[in-house]
C-alpha cells in the first residue's frame, strides 16, 4: 500500500484555517492534520515528529504548512521549521498566514501587469501607496513593491508614529526600503495620494479609505488595486470584478477583489501542488515564491489570451 500524502497544518491561532484545508484537499493531500496555538519555540519539535516517523520515503509524501495572522512570525516559523530538519529527512514546508502572502503575490503581480498592459513599464521608480498597511496583507504587498523596484509607502488610519513604526520593523526583517505615512483622516489622505502613482488598498473589509472624492487628488495615479470584497469598496469605483477597468475620475485603472482573488486561488493552488509533488526535492514556499508563480499564472493567462485572438 502506498503511503497517503499528509499535511501537517502549524497555525499560532486558536483554530486552523477552513480555507486553507480546503485549499490542501483540492492540491491532493488525503491527511490534513491541523496543530493550533504552536508558538515559534514549539516549531521545531512538531517538525522532527513529523519527519522522523516516516523514514525517506514517507517524507517524500509528508508537507508542513504554517498559517496564523502574523506575517512576520510566518516567516519565522518558515526559517525554524527549516532548520529543524536532518538530512535525507526534510520534507517541503510553505507559509501562507491568513492567504496573506499569496494575496499580496497576486496584487502586486496584477498591478504589474496592470501597468505593463497599460503604460509599458513595470513598478521600478513608481511611488506606492498601501492603504491598511500595518496588516499582513498590505506589509508584504509593500515588500514585493519594494523588491520590485518601486518607492513604498505604508499607510495607517493609526497616524504616522505607527506607520513609520511598522514600515521600520518591516523594512528591517526583509531588507528592503519601505516608508510609513498617516491615514488618519482626509487630509492626511489625500497629501499621499498627490504623489501616489500606484494605490494598494489592504484595509480591513468594509472599510472605505479612498472615496470618490479623494480620487481627484491622486493626478499621477496610475493603478488602483482593492482587496476589499464586503461593500462598499475601499477605493470608490472599484468594482469586485475590475480587471484593469477605468477608474472614473481619474486617468488610472482598476483592480476589485474577486480579479486578484482568482489570481491568489490560483498561486496557493499551484503552490500546494507543487509541495506535494516534489518528492525528489523539498521545497520551501514563502511569499517571494508566491509572488514567482503569480506571475507565473499571469503570464500564462496572457500568452493564452493573445493566441486565442490571433
Known sequence: MERPYILHLFTPGRQAS?????????????????????????????????????????????????GGRNAMLATDMLERAKASMVKPFVVSVMADPSGAY???????????AALQKHQGHGLTGLRVVVLGGL?????????????????????????????????????TRFGVTLHGVSGADTAAVRASLAEADVLLACAAAGVQVVSADDLPHAPRL???????????????????????????????????ALA?????????????????????????????????????FLAERAAGSAASSA
Not at 102 to 112: Q, R
Not at 265 to 282: C, F, G, I, N, P
Open 260 to 296: 486578484i482573488g482568482n489570481v491568489k486561488y490560483q498561486t496557493q493552488h499551484r503552490l500546494l501542488v507543487q509541495m506535494r509533488e516534489s518528492d525528489k526535492k523539498a521545497l520551501v514556499l514563502g511569499f517571494p515564491e508566491a509572488f514567482a508563480t503569480a506571475r507565473a
Open 102 to 112: 499569496t494575496t499580496a503575490a497576486a496584487m502586486v503581480a496584477c498591478t504589474e
Open 222 to 256: 496610475k493603478v488602483a488595486a482593492d482587496v476589499n470584497a464586503v461593500p462598499p469598496e475601499g477605493i470608490a469605483g472599484v468594482g469586485v470584478m475590475d480587471d484593469g477597468k477605468p477608474l472614473a475620475g481619474s486617468a488610472a485603472v482598476g483592480i476589485g
Open 135 to 171: 496588516g499582513p496583507v498590505g506589509r508584504i504587498a509593500g515588500v514585493l513593491a519594494a523588491q520590485a523596484g518601486a518607492r513604498v509607502s505604508l499607510s495607517s488610519r493609526s497616524g504616522a508614529a505607527a506607520a513609520e513604526s511598522a514600515a521600520h520593523d518591516t523594512a
Open 18 to 66: 477552513p480555507f486553507d484545508v480546503n485549499m490542501a484537499a483540492d492540491a491532493g493531500y488525503q491527511v490534513i492534520a491541523p496543530y493550533c496555538e504552536v508558538d515559534l519555540d514549539g516549531i521545531a519539535a512538531l517538525t522532527q515528529d513529523a519527519i522522523f516517523s516516516r523514514g525517506p520515503k514517507g517524507v517524500a509524501r509528508t508537507g508542513l504548512f504554517i
